[in-house]
């Protein structure tokens, strides 16, 4: 099994930045891909960043120049700067390994005056 805890939602008002970590535990293989994924209220959940254990990153168009994911390891970190309001959303961790998908509790991101 695979353990996935997030850290690091929260407020926060446009323009500024937060950073979210997510830390895997258990049974992780050597090959496998982390990432975060977002859920706004009434949208289905789309992809935000995602980065292999070589490196390879890719990202959402809405998010690009304004969010790096980077990786130690079995730790994945979001840095989200400029956000905007429309980022607003649960942020989800997930690793996915041997085809198979693996999700964190979810983190709260509010974007607001």
């Known amino acids: 099994q695979v353990q996935l805890v997030e850290s690091g939602g929260g407020l926060v008002q446009p323009g500024g930045s937060l950073r979210l970590s997510c830390a895997a535990s258990g049974s992780i293989m050597s090959l496998n891909r982390m990432g975060w994924y977002r859920q706004a209220p009434g949208k289905q959940r789309e992809l935000v960043a995602t980065i292999t254990r070589s490196g390879y990153t890719n990202y959402a168009d809405s998010v690009k120049g304004r969010f790096t994911i980077s990786r130690d390891n079995a730790v994945v970190y979001l840095q989200m700067n400029s956000l905007l309001p429309e980022d607003t959303a649960v942020y989800y961790c997930?690793?996915?390994?041997?085809?198979?998908?693996?999700w964190g509790q979810g983190t709260q991101v509010t974007v607001s005056p």
């Open positions: 997930n690793l996915y390994q041997l085809y198979s998908d693996y």
